[in-house]
């Protein structure tokens, strides 16, 4: 469990994190509205070397970035607009994991069995506005989250 106390907090988390992901990982992102879920995003992306600031991809609902704008390959999702798993297979995510890395917001609209393998946080708002992440993390991501 982590506690960040405010926004710069969660985009130095999110930059951290991105020294650390590869190609074919997924950071699967959960909490309620408004929690941080998308600033966290834009750390990674941040940290990944995104210069100008990343949109939320609620609308697009996938927000591909390539070389040279991130030094790997991202999709960021963002699946809150589904209303069930199966809306979810014209998107064809797993196909991104063939050569990116797959930040997903709301992974829960996928059900329980969505990427076991996931980098699973999950961030509730304290009552005095600090976030409290905690972390389901899985072997391949075991010796990268000890560095954080």
Same mark, same amino acid.
């Given at each position: 469990m982590?506690?960040?106390?405010?926004?710069? @907090?969660?985009?130095?988390? *999110?930059?951290?994190? @991105? =020294?650390?992901?590869?190609?074919?990982?997924?950071?699967?992102?959960?909490? =309620?509205l408004?929690?941080?879920?998308?600033?966290?995003?834009r =750390?990674?992306?941040?940290?990944? *070397?995104?210069?100008?600031e990343?949109?939320?991809?609620?609308?697009?609902?996938?927000q591909? &970035? !390539?070389?040279p704008?991130?030094?790997?390959?991202?999709?960021?999702?963002?699946? &809150?607009?589904?209303?069930?798993?199966?809306?979810?297979?014209?998107? @064809?995510?797993?196909? &991104?994991?063939m050569?990116?890395?797959?930040?997903?917001e709301?992974?829960?609209?996928? *059900? !329980?069995? @969505?990427?076991?393998?996931?980098?699973?946080?999950?961030?509730?708002?304290?009552?005095?506005?600090?976030?409290?992440?905690?972390?389901?993390?899985?072997?391949?991501?075991?010796?990268?989250?000890?560095?954080?």
């Amino acid at each position: 469990m982590l506690l960040l106390k405010d926004e710069p @907090a969660m985009l130095a988390l *999110g930059r951290a994190l @991105a =020294g650390l992901a590869r190609i074919g990982d997924v950071i699967a992102l959960e909490g =309620g509205l408004g929690a941080g879920k998308t600033t966290l995003a834009r =750390g990674i992306l941040e940290g990944l *070397g995104l210069e100008e600031e990343a949109p939320s991809p609620s609308f697009a609902i996938v927000q591909p &970035y !390539d070389v040279p704008d991130v030094r790997l390959p991202v999709a960021h999702v963002d699946l &809150y607009r589904l209303d069930s798993p199966d809306e979810a297979e014209e998107l @064809a995510l797993d196909e &991104y994991l063939m050569d990116s890395l797959l930040i997903v917001e709301w992974p829960d609209r996928l *059900g !329980d069995g @969505a990427w076991p393998d996931a980098l699973r946080l999950h961030i509730d708002i304290e009552p005095d506005g600090a976030r409290r992440l905690t972390a389901c993390v899985p072997d391949a991501w075991t010796d990268r989250w000890s560095q954080i």
